[in-house]
T-cell receptor, first 115, second 113 residues
Framework: NAGVMQNPRHLVRRRGQEARLRCSPM?????VYWYRQLPEEGLKFMVY????????ESGMPKERFSAEFPKEGPSILRIQQVVRGDSAAYFC?????????????FGPGTRLTVT | GENVEQHPSTLSVQEGDSAVIKCTYS??????FPWYKQELGKRPQLIID?????GEKKDQRIAVTLNKTAKHFSLHITETQPEDSAVYFC????????????FGQGTRLTINP
């Protein structure tokens, strides 16, 4: 049973370019969460999605950032016109469906470097 | 919203001794408290969790205690080993509404041989 998959694992972008980060949840999981981790810091919630729905995007900057989880395919976190401050590790996590099923399992992360 | 405070930020113990990491949370509606271990450059790994209807949970050398009245929960690692060295994060989640984890700041645990 494959775990949460993320790609790419490392991404280098120049300032002003776009970054696309992908996340495939664990089999049987339909809830996806994105977190950002700055160097030497904790994880900060960005957005929570279910298939075709954004449930909570309160942690995501209003500009340049967007997320989706289409009916088919992985969840995508998109950062437009990247700036140096966007350099961080971006982790996604997934959890199962169902009341009380709230364990979140993390993917390996995408380390974004903006030059 | 929820706020989670974690202490200490760094902890160094001798191999074989016990380590304790403490967290407090602010939202009394929180009812799920996981602990994650993160090794350098790796993903956070869920190591143990506790729900609000349980006061203590144990899994081999690790245990978690929860005091809902004080809004306080702790991770206990006994008979520490070098491979326990990592950063540990506590988190809290409210099951009402969006189920987002709010993390503590992390504790860097070093086990000295």
């Amino acid at each position: 049973n494959a775990g949460v998959m993320q790609n790419p694992r490392h991404l280098v972008r120049r300032r002003g370019q776009e970054a696309r980060l992908r996340c495939s949840p664990m089999k049987g999981h339909s809830h996806v969460y994105w977190y950002r981790q700055l160097p030497e810091e904790g994880l900060k919630f960005m957005v929570y999605l279910q298939k075709e729905n954004i449930i909570d995007e309160s942690g995501m900057p209003k500009e340049r950032f967007s997320a989706e989880f289409p009916k088919e395919g992985p969840s995508i976190l998109r950062i437009q016109q990247v700036v140096r401050g966007d350099s961080a590790a971006y982790f996604c996590a997934s959890s199962p469906v169902g009341q009380g099923q709230n364990e979140q399992y993390f993917g390996p992360g995408t380390r974004l470097t903006v030059t | 919203g929820e706020n989670v405070e974690q202490h200490p930020s760094t902890l160094s113990v001798q191999e074989g001794d016990s380590a304790v990491i403490k967290c407090t949370y602010s939202d009394s509606a929180s009812n799920y408290f996981p602990w994650y271990k993160q090794e350098l450059g790796k993903r956070p790994q869920l190591i143990i969790d506790i729900r609000s209807n349980v006061g203590e949970k144990k899994d081999q050398r690790i245990a978690v205690t929860l005091n809902k009245t004080a809004k306080h929960f702790s991770l206990h690692i006994t008979e520490t080993q070098p491979e326990d060295s990592a950063v540990y994060f506590c988190a809290a989640i409210t099951l009402k509404g969006a189920q987002k984890l709010v993390f503590g700041q992390g504790t860097r645990l070093t086990i000295n041989p």
